[in-house]
């Protein structure tokens, strides 16, 4: 069982910055793919960005060049650094953990913290 708690939303400005941070119970985080999703009113869950066990990163084409996904496993963390922030990326951000398990993964989520970007 892994619990997540992300934390760091808020308000901003467009072209500010927020950093996202995402903590994890349990012994498997350090084996995990960590992965950032979002959500804004009306549309589908979408993956922002993914951080492998290795580090190895990936990212939504909307959000390259100006968001970085990182892991500090020493903390059990995962953070996300949104730079030049733009309305449409307001949204419920959600952190989920997948936990290797026999050839496929269990999928945990985070409960959400919210983004909104003002004009």
């Known amino acids: 069982q892994v619990r997540l708690v992300e934390s760091g939303g808020g308000l901003v400005q467009a072209g500010g910055s927020l950093r996202l941070s995402c903590e994890a119970s349990?012994?498997?985080?350090?084996?995990?793919?960590m992965n950032w999703y979002r959500q804004a009113p009306g549309k589908q869950r979408e993956l922002v960005a993914t951080?492998?066990?290795?580090?190895?990163?990936d990212y939504a084409d909307s959000v390259k060049g100006r968001f970085t996904i990182s892991r500090e496993n020493a903390k059990n963390a995962v953070y996300l650094q949104m730079n030049s922030l733009k309305p449409v990326d307001t949204a419920v951000y959600y952190c989920?953990?997948?936990?290797?398990?026999?050839?496929?993964?269990?999928?945990?989520w985070g409960q959400g913290t919210q983004v909104t970007v003002s004009d």
């Open positions: 989920r953990a997948d936990v290797p398990h026999y050839g496929g993964s269990y999928h945990y």
């Open positions: 951080i492998s066990s290795s580090g190895e990163t």
């Open positions: 349990g012994r498997d985080f350090a084996i995990s793919t």
